[in-house]
């Protein structure tokens, strides 16, 4: 089965923990082998969250303040600190410590609350700072490893929850606002300024690729998780990358409120991510795979083993087969064919093309629910 263990994107970690700083981005991107089945996809859930529904406020504007006043009013009061802390053990003592902090945004009034794997990741105990300062305990409610999202789950009354927008909508030059906690509790509800950068910006990391928001707002160690604003007060974005170099300055990453919400919905509803996949084990191809198999094309996915009752195994793929076409759309890697098959969902009929030997052969495949592990 195909499995996903991985690290993703900034949070803040103290110097004897685990480092989540890979090449130039502060956190890791879903690190990994490529192994198992290719799952990709979200099951499109219907469960209706209200307060993730209702109508997208007027847009944010005054001749007297600055729109970012009012930005930070309706949205700071959903913006949570997170500590991650963990159970350390000797032969003289036990005790609890800190191993890191993040943000996160209410999702549901309810108490969900959404951040990144990252944030929460290998922890014993979470603990959650609202805005009013009172600090509760977490409990974890399912996390999805491949896109460094998780909720969390606390018992409060009152909460205030952000309003999700369309992430779709929003243009490369608008207002975009950051809000979450850098270095931690000190320096809460922290609001930092910029403006959509870039759109759909895809970002390949250890064999997996992202497409993301970027933006100029500043965004630091401890700012993981927080939210990414536009002018209507909505939600676009979850704050995740920062790209460190000494020749950049303003090279920010956040995951898109359309990816975040059905990973969320389905978190809360299944306590886990739902996918389709197609049910195979292989990788890249490469020069080296080229010539040690006699493959007759440079790029693709070379599927290496099939388990029996899968849903490629049972559509007529074949160990030694490369897949290089799906539903229409070059495949040049795995990277490529999850980013296709993230636009279906379960009972979707797809066509794929791959080259056995020197024939080229179209087969017909029906996504199924990948299995729990």
Do not use: C
């Amino acid at each position: 089965m195909y499995h996903d263990d991985h690290d993703f994107y900034s949070g803040q970690r103290r110097p004897n923990l685990i480092s989540y700083i890979a090449a130039v981005l502060i956190g890791a991107i879903l690190g990994g082998v490529i192994a198992a089945f290719v799952t990709t996809g979200l099951l499109n859930n219907s469960q209706n969250f209200s307060t993730r529904e209702k109508e997208s406020p007027a847009p944010i504007e005054a001749a007297t303040e600055s729109p970012v006043v009012r930005i930070a009013e309706e949205i700071g009061p959903a913006v949570v600190g997170i500590s991650n802390r963990v159970d350390v053990s000797s032969f003289f003592y036990n005790q609890q410590v800190e191993q890191g902090t993040g943000s996160g945004v209410i999702f549901d009034e309810a108490g969900y609350i959404v951040t990144n794997y990252h944030v929460i990741q290998d922890s014993d105990q979470l603990v959650i700072t609202l805005p009013n300062g009172k600090q509760v305990s977490g409990k974890l409610v399912g996390v999805d490893s491949r896109t460094d999202l998780a909720v969390i789950k606390i018992n409060e009354k009152g909460l205030k929850s952000a309003v999700f927008g369309d992430s779709d909508k929003i243009k490369v030059g608008e207002l975009a606002v950051a809000i979450g906690n850098p270095l931690g509790e000190q320096l809460a509800s922290t609001v930092t300024t910029g403006v959509i950068s870039a759109l759909n910006r895809t970002v390949d990391v250890n064999e997996q690729r992202f497409q993301l928001i970027q933006t100029d707002a500043a965004i630091n160690p401890g700012n993981s998780g927080g939210a990414l604003v536009n002018s209507r007060g909505e939600v676009v974005g979850i704050n995740s990358v920062k790209i460190v170099d000494i020749n950049v300055e303003g090279l920010n990453f956040a995951i898109p409120s359309n990816t975040v919400k059905p990973i969320v919905k389905s978190i809360i509803k299944n306590g886990r991510v739902i996918r389709p996949w197609i049910g195979i084990i292989g990788g890249d191809v490469n020069p080296a795979m080229k010539e040690r198999f006699g493959l007759s094309v440079d790029t693709g996915v070379f599927v290496s083993e099939l388990p029996p009752e899968g849903p490629a195994a049972k559509a007529g793929l074949e160990s030694g087969d490369v897949i290089i076409s799906f539903d229409g759309h070059d495949v040049r890697n795995f990277g490529d064919l999850r980013t296709y098959i993230d636009k279906h969902k379960i009972g979707d009929e797809v066509r794929l093309v791959v080259m056995r030997g020197t024939d080229k052969k179209s087969i017909q495949l029906k996504l199924e629910q990948m299995p729990e592990e």
